[in-house]
Protein backbone atom coordinates (compact mmCIF):
# COMPACT_ATOMS: atom_id res chain seq x y z
CA UNK A 1 0.00 0.00 0.00
CA UNK A 2 1.39 3.62 -1.03
CA UNK A 3 1.26 6.42 1.94
CA UNK A 4 1.00 9.49 -0.18
CA UNK A 5 0.91 13.61 1.25
CA UNK A 6 1.10 15.50 -2.14
CA UNK A 7 -1.74 16.29 -4.23
CA UNK A 8 0.42 15.81 -7.17
CA UNK A 9 1.60 12.29 -6.48
CA UNK A 10 -2.10 11.15 -5.36
CA UNK A 11 -3.49 12.32 -8.98
CA UNK A 12 -0.74 11.20 -10.76
CA UNK A 13 -1.07 7.30 -9.16
CA UNK A 14 -4.90 7.52 -10.16
CA UNK A 15 -4.78 8.84 -13.33
CA UNK A 16 -2.02 5.90 -14.05
CA UNK A 17 -5.07 3.29 -12.67
CA UNK A 18 -7.26 5.11 -14.78
CA UNK A 19 -5.19 4.62 -18.23
CA UNK A 20 -5.07 1.51 -17.35
CA UNK A 21 -8.92 0.92 -17.16
CA UNK A 22 -9.20 0.80 -13.82
CA UNK A 23 -12.11 1.34 -12.05
CA UNK A 24 -11.40 3.79 -8.63
CA UNK A 25 -13.41 3.69 -5.24
CA UNK A 26 -12.51 6.43 -2.61
CA UNK A 27 -13.14 6.37 0.92
CA UNK A 28 -13.08 10.03 2.59
CA UNK A 29 -12.29 9.65 6.07
CA UNK A 30 -10.39 11.69 9.27
CA UNK A 31 -8.82 8.35 10.18
CA UNK A 32 -8.80 6.64 13.66
CA UNK A 33 -9.84 4.18 12.04
CA UNK A 34 -12.46 1.56 13.66
CA UNK A 35 -14.47 -1.25 12.43
CA UNK A 36 -17.28 1.36 10.80
CA UNK A 37 -14.48 2.84 8.41
CA UNK A 38 -12.83 -0.82 7.41
CA UNK A 39 -15.84 -1.71 6.55
CA UNK A 40 -16.39 0.92 3.77
CA UNK A 41 -12.94 -0.49 2.77
CA UNK A 42 -14.35 -3.49 2.47
CA UNK A 43 -17.26 -2.28 0.22
CA UNK A 44 -15.03 -0.14 -2.01
CA UNK A 45 -12.77 -3.15 -2.66
CA UNK A 46 -16.13 -4.66 -3.69
CA UNK A 47 -17.06 -1.89 -6.06
CA UNK A 48 -13.95 -1.08 -7.71
CA UNK A 49 -10.77 -2.28 -8.74
CA UNK A 50 -8.18 -0.03 -7.01
CA UNK A 51 -9.20 2.07 -3.61
CA UNK A 52 -8.02 4.93 -2.69
CA UNK A 53 -8.79 5.65 1.06
CA UNK A 54 -7.82 9.24 2.12
CA UNK A 55 -6.98 10.79 6.05
CA UNK A 56 -7.81 14.27 6.67
CA UNK A 57 -8.92 15.98 9.72
CA UNK A 58 -9.96 18.84 7.42
CA UNK A 59 -10.00 21.85 9.71
CA UNK A 60 -12.79 23.99 7.19
CA UNK A 61 -15.40 21.47 9.02
CA UNK A 62 -14.71 22.12 12.44
CA UNK A 63 -16.46 25.47 14.07
CA UNK A 64 -13.85 27.16 16.22
CA UNK A 65 -14.84 25.68 19.77
CA UNK A 66 -14.72 22.20 18.62
CA UNK A 67 -12.51 19.11 18.50
CA UNK A 68 -10.14 19.74 15.90
CA UNK A 69 -7.01 20.08 18.32
CA UNK A 70 -7.89 16.84 20.05
CA UNK A 71 -9.81 14.97 17.42
CA UNK A 72 -7.79 11.40 17.55
CA UNK A 73 -4.99 10.83 15.08
CA UNK A 74 -2.81 7.59 14.90
CA UNK A 75 -1.47 7.26 11.21
CA UNK A 76 1.14 4.07 11.93
CA UNK A 77 -1.58 2.23 13.23
CA UNK A 78 -4.47 3.51 10.43
CA UNK A 79 -1.91 2.34 7.99
CA UNK A 80 -1.88 -1.28 8.91
CA UNK A 81 -5.50 -1.54 9.30
CA UNK A 82 -5.69 0.02 5.64
CA UNK A 83 -3.21 -2.58 4.47
CA UNK A 84 -4.75 -5.35 5.88
CA UNK A 85 -7.98 -4.41 4.62
CA UNK A 86 -6.40 -4.47 0.83
CA UNK A 87 -6.26 -0.64 0.41
CA UNK A 88 -4.29 0.53 -2.27
CA UNK A 89 -3.62 3.59 -1.33
CA UNK A 90 -3.86 5.97 1.79
CA UNK A 91 -3.62 9.80 1.03
CA UNK A 92 -2.64 11.38 3.94
CA UNK A 93 -1.94 15.37 3.04
CA UNK A 94 -1.24 18.14 5.40
CA UNK A 95 -3.05 20.84 5.91
CA UNK A 96 -1.68 23.17 3.92
CA UNK A 97 -1.68 21.03 1.04
CA UNK A 98 -5.25 21.04 0.75
CA UNK A 99 -5.42 24.44 1.81
CA UNK A 100 -2.04 26.56 0.76
CA UNK A 101 -1.88 30.00 2.09
CA UNK A 102 -4.71 32.08 0.35
CA UNK A 103 -6.93 29.48 0.10
CA UNK A 104 -10.62 31.07 -0.88
CA UNK A 105 -12.82 28.85 -2.87
CA UNK A 106 -15.75 27.20 -0.70
CA UNK A 107 -18.75 24.91 -1.81
CA UNK A 108 -21.92 25.27 -0.53
CA UNK A 109 -25.11 23.18 -0.13
CA UNK A 110 -28.05 25.20 0.84
CA UNK A 111 -30.93 23.85 2.13
CA UNK A 112 -30.19 19.94 2.87
CA UNK A 113 -27.34 21.94 5.30
CA UNK A 114 -29.35 24.15 6.90
CA UNK A 115 -31.09 22.15 9.80
CA UNK A 116 -29.78 19.25 11.72
CA UNK A 117 -26.22 19.07 12.37
CA UNK A 118 -25.82 22.16 9.86
CA UNK A 119 -27.88 24.40 12.30
CA UNK A 120 -25.51 23.17 15.23
CA UNK A 121 -22.63 23.53 13.57
CA UNK A 122 -22.23 26.55 11.31
CA UNK A 123 -20.33 26.06 8.34
CA UNK A 124 -19.60 22.40 9.00
CA UNK A 125 -20.90 21.53 5.54
CA UNK A 126 -19.16 23.91 3.75
CA UNK A 127 -15.98 22.75 5.27
CA UNK A 128 -17.53 18.89 4.18
CA UNK A 129 -18.47 20.04 0.70
CA UNK A 130 -15.22 21.56 0.07
CA UNK A 131 -12.35 19.27 1.15
CA UNK A 132 -14.86 16.17 -0.73
CA UNK A 133 -14.97 17.95 -3.80
CA UNK A 134 -11.40 18.91 -3.53
CA UNK A 135 -10.68 14.97 -2.99
CA UNK A 136 -13.14 14.39 -5.74
CA UNK A 137 -11.01 16.27 -8.12
CA UNK A 138 -7.88 15.03 -7.23
CA UNK A 139 -8.74 11.34 -7.05
CA UNK A 140 -11.46 11.58 -9.73
CA UNK A 141 -13.05 8.30 -8.48
CA UNK A 142 -15.51 6.12 -10.35
CA UNK A 143 -17.61 5.82 -6.61
CA UNK A 144 -17.34 6.78 -3.43
CA UNK A 145 -18.43 5.36 -0.02
CA UNK A 146 -19.94 7.34 2.55
CA UNK A 147 -21.02 5.95 6.11
CA UNK A 148 -24.88 6.19 6.47
CA UNK A 149 -24.15 7.01 10.04
CA UNK A 150 -23.50 10.58 8.83
CA UNK A 151 -26.80 10.45 7.05
CA UNK A 152 -26.98 14.13 6.50
CA UNK A 153 -23.75 14.39 5.08
CA UNK A 154 -24.23 11.60 2.94
CA UNK A 155 -27.62 13.61 1.96
CA UNK A 156 -25.19 16.70 1.02
CA UNK A 157 -22.24 15.03 -0.25
CA UNK A 158 -24.51 13.42 -3.09
CA UNK A 159 -26.13 16.55 -3.92
CA UNK A 160 -23.55 18.11 -4.11
CA UNK A 161 -21.93 15.88 -6.72
CA UNK A 162 -25.12 15.78 -8.52
CA UNK A 163 -25.28 19.73 -8.36
CA UNK A 164 -21.73 19.99 -9.76
CA UNK A 165 -21.61 17.56 -12.06
CA UNK A 166 -19.02 15.31 -10.16
CA UNK A 167 -19.04 11.97 -12.16
CA UNK A 168 -18.82 9.98 -8.93
CA UNK A 169 -21.20 7.21 -7.88
CA UNK A 170 -22.22 7.68 -3.74
CA UNK A 171 -22.49 4.24 -1.85
CA UNK A 172 -23.86 4.32 1.48
CA UNK A 173 -22.45 1.68 4.25
CA UNK A 174 -25.34 0.92 6.59
CA UNK A 175 -24.33 2.12 10.49
CA UNK A 176 -21.61 -0.05 12.23
CA UNK A 177 -22.78 -0.96 15.51
CA UNK A 178 -20.60 -1.97 18.38
CA UNK A 179 -22.21 -5.31 19.88
CA UNK A 180 -24.42 -3.71 22.40
CA UNK A 181 -26.15 -1.09 19.44
CA UNK A 182 -23.67 1.70 20.15
CA UNK A 183 -22.99 3.76 16.51
CA UNK A 184 -19.04 3.19 15.96
CA UNK A 185 -17.36 6.73 15.74
CA UNK A 186 -13.48 8.01 16.48
CA UNK A 187 -15.09 10.35 19.00
CA UNK A 188 -16.31 7.28 21.61
CA UNK A 189 -12.87 7.22 22.37
CA UNK A 190 -13.93 10.67 24.27
CA UNK A 191 -16.51 9.08 26.31
CA UNK A 192 -15.71 8.07 30.15
CA UNK A 193 -17.06 4.70 31.19
CA UNK A 194 -20.43 6.20 32.49
CA UNK A 195 -20.63 8.15 29.58
CA UNK A 196 -20.56 5.22 27.50
CA UNK A 197 -23.16 3.50 29.03
CA UNK A 198 -25.63 6.72 28.85
CA UNK A 199 -24.75 7.13 25.20
CA UNK A 200 -26.20 3.68 24.81
CA UNK A 201 -29.60 5.74 25.06
CA UNK A 202 -29.34 7.24 21.33
CA UNK A 203 -29.36 3.02 20.04
CA UNK A 204 -32.19 2.25 22.26
CA UNK A 205 -34.06 4.97 21.36
CA UNK A 206 -33.71 4.48 17.73
CA UNK A 207 -35.55 0.98 19.30
CA UNK A 208 -38.16 2.55 20.78
CA UNK A 209 -39.42 4.07 17.96
CA UNK A 210 -39.23 1.22 15.81
CA UNK A 211 -41.42 -0.38 18.14
CA UNK A 212 -43.68 2.22 18.50
CA UNK A 213 -44.24 2.13 14.41
CA UNK A 214 -44.34 -1.32 14.55
CA UNK A 215 -47.21 -1.04 16.69
CA UNK A 216 -49.12 1.19 14.34
CA UNK A 217 -47.56 4.92 15.34
CA UNK A 218 -47.44 7.55 13.00
CA UNK A 219 -47.29 10.76 14.46
CA UNK A 220 -43.88 11.92 14.79
CA UNK A 221 -44.31 14.08 17.18
CA UNK A 222 -45.15 11.55 19.53
CA UNK A 223 -42.31 9.54 18.32
CA UNK A 224 -39.56 12.45 19.48
CA UNK A 225 -41.23 13.07 22.16
CA UNK A 226 -41.04 8.90 23.26
CA UNK A 227 -37.09 9.19 21.79
CA UNK A 228 -36.06 12.63 23.77
CA UNK A 229 -37.68 10.71 27.09
CA UNK A 230 -35.87 8.06 26.76
CA UNK A 231 -32.74 10.00 26.13
CA UNK A 232 -33.30 12.57 28.97
CA UNK A 233 -33.46 9.36 31.06
CA UNK A 234 -29.92 8.60 30.49
CA UNK A 235 -27.62 10.45 33.07
CA UNK A 236 -25.48 13.52 31.69
CA UNK A 237 -26.93 13.54 28.32
CA UNK A 238 -28.21 16.90 26.63
CA UNK A 239 -30.60 16.45 23.53
CA UNK A 240 -29.14 18.45 20.44
CA UNK A 241 -31.88 17.25 17.89
CA UNK A 242 -34.38 14.38 17.71
CA UNK A 243 -35.59 14.46 14.44
CA UNK A 244 -38.37 12.85 12.12
CA UNK A 245 -38.46 13.54 8.62
CA UNK A 246 -38.24 13.03 4.75
CA UNK A 247 -35.08 10.96 3.91
CA UNK A 248 -34.16 12.65 1.10
CA UNK A 249 -35.33 16.50 1.54
CA UNK A 250 -34.29 16.31 5.47
CA UNK A 251 -37.81 18.50 5.42
CA UNK A 252 -39.51 17.65 9.36
CA UNK A 253 -42.65 15.25 8.62
CA UNK A 254 -46.03 15.25 10.59
CA UNK A 255 -46.92 11.80 9.81
CA UNK A 256 -44.95 8.84 8.98
CA UNK A 257 -46.45 7.66 5.19
CA UNK A 258 -43.36 5.50 4.18
CA UNK A 259 -39.89 5.36 4.70
CA UNK A 260 -38.76 8.07 7.45
CA UNK A 261 -35.61 9.32 8.81
CA UNK A 262 -35.18 9.28 12.75
CA UNK A 263 -32.14 11.38 13.49
CA UNK A 264 -30.37 12.06 16.63
CA UNK A 265 -27.45 14.32 18.00
CA UNK A 266 -26.73 14.50 21.51
CA UNK A 267 -24.42 15.98 23.67
CA UNK A 268 -22.75 12.83 26.61
CA UNK A 269 -20.87 14.94 28.75
CA UNK A 270 -18.56 17.42 26.43
CA UNK A 271 -18.77 14.78 23.52
CA UNK A 272 -21.49 15.31 20.89
CA UNK A 273 -22.60 12.08 19.40
CA UNK A 274 -24.41 11.11 16.22
CA UNK A 275 -27.19 8.14 15.25
CA UNK A 276 -30.26 7.69 12.86
CA UNK A 277 -32.19 4.52 11.42
CA UNK A 278 -34.92 4.76 8.43
CA UNK A 279 -38.25 4.17 10.22
CA UNK A 280 -40.34 1.69 7.76
CA UNK A 281 -44.25 2.19 9.04
CA UNK A 282 -45.54 -0.66 7.51
CA UNK A 283 -48.61 -0.22 5.51
CA UNK A 284 -50.62 -3.44 6.94
CA UNK A 285 -49.72 -2.75 10.67
CA UNK A 286 -51.59 -3.88 13.03
CA UNK A 287 -53.30 -0.79 14.25
CA UNK A 288 -54.67 -0.20 11.02
CA UNK A 289 -57.87 -2.65 10.14
CA UNK A 290 -58.08 -1.65 6.16
CA UNK B 1 -19.95 21.18 -35.65
CA UNK B 2 -22.10 19.08 -33.08
CA UNK B 3 -24.66 21.42 -31.21
CA UNK B 4 -25.56 19.69 -28.05
CA UNK B 5 -27.73 20.57 -25.37
CA UNK B 6 -27.64 17.66 -22.60
CA UNK B 7 -25.36 17.13 -20.35
CA UNK B 8 -24.78 13.52 -20.89
CA UNK B 9 -24.15 13.65 -24.68
CA UNK B 10 -21.91 16.56 -24.01
CA UNK B 11 -19.65 14.56 -21.42
CA UNK B 12 -19.69 11.23 -23.57
CA UNK B 13 -18.16 13.58 -26.39
CA UNK B 14 -15.72 14.33 -24.55
CA UNK B 15 -14.39 11.28 -22.96
CA UNK B 16 -14.31 9.92 -25.97
CA UNK B 17 -11.99 12.20 -27.39
CA UNK B 18 -10.25 12.14 -23.96
CA UNK B 19 -9.91 8.35 -24.78
CA UNK B 20 -8.80 8.98 -28.32
CA UNK B 21 -5.67 10.82 -26.04
CA UNK B 22 -7.36 14.58 -27.51
CA UNK B 23 -6.53 17.84 -25.80
CA UNK B 24 -9.90 19.54 -24.96
CA UNK B 25 -10.06 23.53 -24.82
CA UNK B 26 -13.30 24.78 -23.44
CA UNK B 27 -14.73 28.09 -24.18
CA UNK B 28 -17.63 29.35 -21.36
CA UNK B 29 -19.43 31.84 -23.32
CA UNK B 30 -22.95 33.25 -22.70
CA UNK B 31 -23.00 33.47 -26.56
CA UNK B 32 -24.22 36.47 -29.05
CA UNK B 33 -20.79 36.02 -30.98
CA UNK B 34 -18.30 39.06 -32.02
CA UNK B 35 -14.96 39.04 -32.39
CA UNK B 36 -13.68 38.80 -28.77
CA UNK B 37 -15.62 35.41 -28.90
CA UNK B 38 -14.04 33.95 -31.89
CA UNK B 39 -10.38 35.48 -30.83
CA UNK B 40 -10.94 33.06 -27.51
CA UNK B 41 -11.93 30.15 -29.80
CA UNK B 42 -8.74 30.68 -32.55
CA UNK B 43 -6.97 30.53 -29.23
CA UNK B 44 -8.14 27.51 -27.76
CA UNK B 45 -8.00 26.20 -31.30
CA UNK B 46 -4.30 26.38 -31.67
CA UNK B 47 -4.11 25.15 -27.84
CA UNK B 48 -5.97 21.91 -28.54
CA UNK B 49 -7.02 18.92 -30.57
CA UNK B 50 -10.93 19.73 -30.11
CA UNK B 51 -12.41 22.84 -29.07
CA UNK B 52 -15.51 22.87 -27.00
CA UNK B 53 -17.72 26.32 -26.53
CA UNK B 54 -20.43 26.18 -24.05
CA UNK B 55 -23.22 29.06 -24.93
CA UNK B 56 -25.00 29.60 -21.69
CA UNK B 57 -26.61 32.72 -20.42
CA UNK B 58 -26.16 31.84 -16.65
CA UNK B 59 -29.19 32.68 -14.65
CA UNK B 60 -27.45 32.67 -11.39
CA UNK B 61 -24.92 35.14 -12.26
CA UNK B 62 -27.83 38.00 -12.88
CA UNK B 63 -28.72 39.83 -10.23
CA UNK B 64 -32.71 40.31 -9.89
CA UNK B 65 -32.57 43.97 -11.18
CA UNK B 66 -30.08 42.93 -14.15
CA UNK B 67 -30.99 42.29 -17.75
CA UNK B 68 -30.89 38.69 -18.14
CA UNK B 69 -34.54 38.57 -20.10
CA UNK B 70 -32.93 40.85 -22.47
CA UNK B 71 -29.57 40.23 -22.75
CA UNK B 72 -28.92 38.99 -26.69
CA UNK B 73 -29.36 35.71 -28.24
CA UNK B 74 -28.76 34.36 -31.66
CA UNK B 75 -28.45 30.38 -31.62
CA UNK B 76 -28.13 30.49 -35.11
CA UNK B 77 -26.02 33.07 -36.02
CA UNK B 78 -23.65 32.05 -33.18
CA UNK B 79 -23.69 28.67 -34.24
CA UNK B 80 -22.91 29.21 -38.04
CA UNK B 81 -20.04 31.55 -36.24
CA UNK B 82 -18.37 29.36 -34.18
CA UNK B 83 -18.39 26.36 -37.32
CA UNK B 84 -16.55 28.52 -39.40
CA UNK B 85 -13.85 29.04 -36.84
CA UNK B 86 -13.36 25.74 -36.37
CA UNK B 87 -15.10 25.02 -33.57
CA UNK B 88 -15.85 21.12 -32.89
CA UNK B 89 -18.85 21.14 -30.38
CA UNK B 90 -21.61 23.79 -29.35
CA UNK B 91 -22.70 23.35 -25.84
CA UNK B 92 -25.87 25.46 -25.58
CA UNK B 93 -27.89 23.37 -22.64
CA UNK B 94 -31.33 24.74 -21.49
CA UNK B 95 -31.46 26.57 -18.09
CA UNK B 96 -33.14 23.45 -16.63
CA UNK B 97 -30.37 21.53 -17.50
CA UNK B 98 -27.57 23.31 -15.57
CA UNK B 99 -30.17 24.29 -12.90
CA UNK B 100 -33.06 21.05 -12.16
CA UNK B 101 -35.58 21.66 -9.72
CA UNK B 102 -33.52 21.45 -6.64
CA UNK B 103 -30.54 22.36 -7.28
CA UNK B 104 -28.84 23.89 -3.98
CA UNK B 105 -24.73 23.57 -4.50
CA UNK B 106 -22.67 26.79 -4.96
CA UNK B 107 -18.99 27.32 -5.45
CA UNK B 108 -17.79 31.13 -3.78
CA UNK B 109 -13.97 33.05 -4.11
CA UNK B 110 -13.79 34.97 -1.16
CA UNK B 111 -11.33 37.32 -1.17
CA UNK B 112 -11.31 37.92 -5.14
CA UNK B 113 -14.80 37.90 -5.56
CA UNK B 114 -15.21 40.50 -2.93
CA UNK B 115 -14.42 43.98 -4.56
CA UNK B 116 -14.81 45.70 -7.94
CA UNK B 117 -17.95 43.92 -9.89
CA UNK B 118 -18.65 41.34 -7.17
CA UNK B 119 -19.39 44.89 -4.82
CA UNK B 120 -21.65 46.33 -7.18
CA UNK B 121 -23.42 42.89 -8.68
CA UNK B 122 -24.06 40.80 -5.23
CA UNK B 123 -24.06 36.95 -5.76
CA UNK B 124 -22.59 38.06 -9.39
CA UNK B 125 -19.42 35.56 -9.31
CA UNK B 126 -20.61 32.94 -7.07
CA UNK B 127 -22.89 32.72 -10.17
CA UNK B 128 -19.21 32.39 -12.47
CA UNK B 129 -17.97 30.04 -10.43
CA UNK B 130 -20.52 27.46 -10.00
CA UNK B 131 -21.69 27.33 -13.66
CA UNK B 132 -17.51 27.19 -14.52
CA UNK B 133 -17.16 24.20 -12.13
CA UNK B 134 -19.67 22.57 -13.46
CA UNK B 135 -18.43 22.80 -16.94
CA UNK B 136 -15.18 22.30 -16.27
CA UNK B 137 -16.76 18.69 -14.56
CA UNK B 138 -18.90 18.25 -17.99
CA UNK B 139 -16.41 18.86 -20.33
CA UNK B 140 -13.08 18.01 -18.19
CA UNK B 141 -10.84 20.25 -20.53
CA UNK B 142 -7.59 19.95 -20.55
CA UNK B 143 -7.20 24.09 -21.37
CA UNK B 144 -10.13 27.14 -20.73
CA UNK B 145 -9.58 30.01 -22.58
CA UNK B 146 -11.79 33.64 -20.52
CA UNK B 147 -10.89 36.98 -22.05
CA UNK B 148 -8.79 39.93 -20.02
CA UNK B 149 -12.17 42.19 -20.18
CA UNK B 150 -13.55 40.52 -17.66
CA UNK B 151 -10.07 40.76 -15.83
CA UNK B 152 -11.89 39.65 -12.00
CA UNK B 153 -13.39 37.05 -13.33
CA UNK B 154 -10.60 35.49 -15.43
CA UNK B 155 -8.51 35.44 -11.73
CA UNK B 156 -11.51 34.63 -9.99
CA UNK B 157 -11.65 31.64 -11.86
CA UNK B 158 -8.28 31.22 -11.78
CA UNK B 159 -8.63 31.22 -8.32
CA UNK B 160 -11.30 29.14 -7.98
CA UNK B 161 -9.57 25.89 -10.18
CA UNK B 162 -6.76 26.02 -8.07
CA UNK B 163 -8.30 25.78 -5.14
CA UNK B 164 -10.46 23.24 -5.87
CA UNK B 165 -7.72 21.16 -7.80
CA UNK B 166 -9.54 21.25 -11.22
CA UNK B 167 -6.81 20.35 -13.49
CA UNK B 168 -6.86 22.55 -15.90
CA UNK B 169 -5.15 25.36 -17.42
CA UNK B 170 -7.38 28.43 -17.58
CA UNK B 171 -5.49 30.69 -20.56
CA UNK B 172 -6.52 34.57 -21.24
CA UNK B 173 -6.86 36.10 -24.54
CA UNK B 174 -6.36 40.35 -24.54
CA UNK B 175 -8.89 42.97 -24.61
CA UNK B 176 -10.32 42.87 -28.21
CA UNK B 177 -11.15 45.95 -29.65
CA UNK B 178 -13.30 47.97 -32.09
CA UNK B 179 -11.16 49.96 -34.58
CA UNK B 180 -11.84 53.02 -32.37
CA UNK B 181 -10.86 51.15 -28.84
CA UNK B 182 -14.03 50.59 -27.30
CA UNK B 183 -14.05 47.02 -25.72
CA UNK B 184 -16.07 44.73 -27.69
CA UNK B 185 -19.06 43.24 -25.72
CA UNK B 186 -22.52 41.81 -26.48
CA UNK B 187 -23.85 44.67 -24.43
CA UNK B 188 -22.48 47.12 -27.06
CA UNK B 189 -25.81 46.48 -28.88
CA UNK B 190 -27.53 48.20 -26.10
CA UNK B 191 -25.78 51.37 -27.04
CA UNK B 192 -27.41 54.05 -28.67
CA UNK B 193 -25.47 56.32 -30.90
CA UNK B 194 -24.41 58.90 -28.80
CA UNK B 195 -23.87 56.31 -25.64
CA UNK B 196 -21.74 54.71 -28.13
CA UNK B 197 -19.76 58.13 -28.31
CA UNK B 198 -19.68 58.16 -24.46
CA UNK B 199 -18.98 55.09 -24.41
CA UNK B 200 -15.45 55.51 -25.95
CA UNK B 201 -14.12 57.51 -22.76
CA UNK B 202 -13.71 54.02 -21.25
CA UNK B 203 -11.10 53.34 -23.39
CA UNK B 204 -9.53 56.88 -23.75
CA UNK B 205 -9.25 57.20 -20.33
CA UNK B 206 -7.01 54.15 -20.28
CA UNK B 207 -5.03 55.34 -22.65
CA UNK B 208 -5.05 59.09 -20.40
CA UNK B 209 -3.44 56.62 -17.95
CA UNK B 210 -1.03 55.04 -19.76
CA UNK B 211 0.49 57.93 -20.65
CA UNK B 212 0.45 59.58 -17.53
CA UNK B 213 2.39 57.04 -15.96
CA UNK B 214 4.47 56.99 -18.76
CA UNK B 215 4.89 60.63 -18.16
CA UNK B 216 6.31 59.32 -14.39
CA UNK B 217 3.02 59.55 -12.40
CA UNK B 218 2.78 56.95 -9.65
CA UNK B 219 0.34 58.00 -7.59
CA UNK B 220 -2.97 55.96 -7.77
CA UNK B 221 -5.10 58.17 -6.43
CA UNK B 222 -3.78 60.96 -8.92
CA UNK B 223 -4.42 58.42 -11.94
CA UNK B 224 -7.56 57.13 -10.66
CA UNK B 225 -9.00 60.74 -10.28
CA UNK B 226 -7.76 62.15 -13.82
CA UNK B 227 -9.00 58.88 -15.23
CA UNK B 228 -12.69 59.56 -13.25
CA UNK B 229 -12.88 63.54 -14.58
CA UNK B 230 -12.05 62.40 -17.86
CA UNK B 231 -14.97 59.43 -18.16
CA UNK B 232 -17.47 62.15 -16.58
CA UNK B 233 -16.69 64.62 -18.83
CA UNK B 234 -18.43 62.57 -21.22
CA UNK B 235 -21.63 63.01 -21.76
CA UNK B 236 -24.49 60.45 -19.85
CA UNK B 237 -21.74 58.44 -18.11
CA UNK B 238 -21.96 57.58 -14.42
CA UNK B 239 -18.81 55.78 -12.72
CA UNK B 240 -19.25 52.17 -10.74
CA UNK B 241 -15.31 52.28 -9.61
CA UNK B 242 -12.50 52.95 -10.99
CA UNK B 243 -9.76 51.01 -9.40
CA UNK B 244 -6.19 50.94 -9.51
CA UNK B 245 -4.57 47.70 -7.34
CA UNK B 246 -2.71 44.90 -7.17
CA UNK B 247 -3.67 42.46 -10.73
CA UNK B 248 -3.36 38.71 -8.53
CA UNK B 249 -4.50 40.06 -5.25
CA UNK B 250 -7.03 42.80 -6.49
CA UNK B 251 -6.37 45.02 -3.85
CA UNK B 252 -5.97 48.54 -4.03
CA UNK B 253 -2.35 50.25 -4.35
CA UNK B 254 -1.20 53.85 -3.20
CA UNK B 255 1.82 53.96 -5.54
CA UNK B 256 2.36 52.10 -8.58
CA UNK B 257 5.67 50.02 -8.44
CA UNK B 258 5.28 47.15 -11.15
CA UNK B 259 2.65 45.56 -13.37
CA UNK B 260 -0.81 47.47 -11.88
CA UNK B 261 -4.45 46.75 -12.70
CA UNK B 262 -6.35 49.64 -14.31
CA UNK B 263 -10.37 48.97 -13.87
CA UNK B 264 -13.10 50.24 -14.70
CA UNK B 265 -17.16 50.04 -14.87
CA UNK B 266 -19.26 53.18 -15.69
CA UNK B 267 -23.17 52.83 -16.83
CA UNK B 268 -23.37 54.51 -20.32
CA UNK B 269 -27.21 55.01 -19.96
CA UNK B 270 -28.77 52.16 -18.50
CA UNK B 271 -25.90 49.86 -20.18
CA UNK B 272 -22.72 48.95 -17.82
CA UNK B 273 -19.73 48.69 -19.42
CA UNK B 274 -16.41 47.27 -17.83
CA UNK B 275 -12.58 47.79 -19.25
CA UNK B 276 -9.19 47.67 -17.92
CA UNK B 277 -5.35 48.00 -18.93
CA UNK B 278 -2.21 47.10 -17.39
CA UNK B 279 -0.34 50.01 -16.34
CA UNK B 280 3.43 49.23 -16.44
CA UNK B 281 5.58 51.85 -14.52
CA UNK B 282 8.97 51.80 -16.48
CA UNK B 283 11.30 52.02 -13.03
CA UNK B 284 13.94 53.86 -15.54
CA UNK B 285 11.33 56.51 -16.31
CA UNK B 286 11.52 60.26 -17.40
CA UNK B 287 10.54 61.60 -13.81
CA UNK B 288 12.97 59.36 -11.60
CA UNK B 289 16.61 60.86 -11.26
CA UNK B 290 18.29 58.01 -10.06
Redesign the interface.
Known amino acids: MDILTE?SSM?RAADRWRAEGRRIALVPTMGYFHEGHLSLMDMARKAADRVVVSLFVNPAQFGPSEDLARYPRDLERDAALAEARGVDCLFAPPAEEMYPAG??????????AAGLCGASRPGHFRGV??VV??LF??VRPDVAVFGAKDFQQLQVVR??AA?????VEILAHPVVREPDGLAMSSRNTYLSPEERRSALSLFSSLELAARLVREGEREAGRIEAAVAAHIRSAPGTRIDYVFVGDPETLRPVKRLAGPTLLALAVWVGKTRLIDNTILEPCPTGPMRAD
Open positions: KRYQTWVEVTDLCTAKNIRMDLDLP
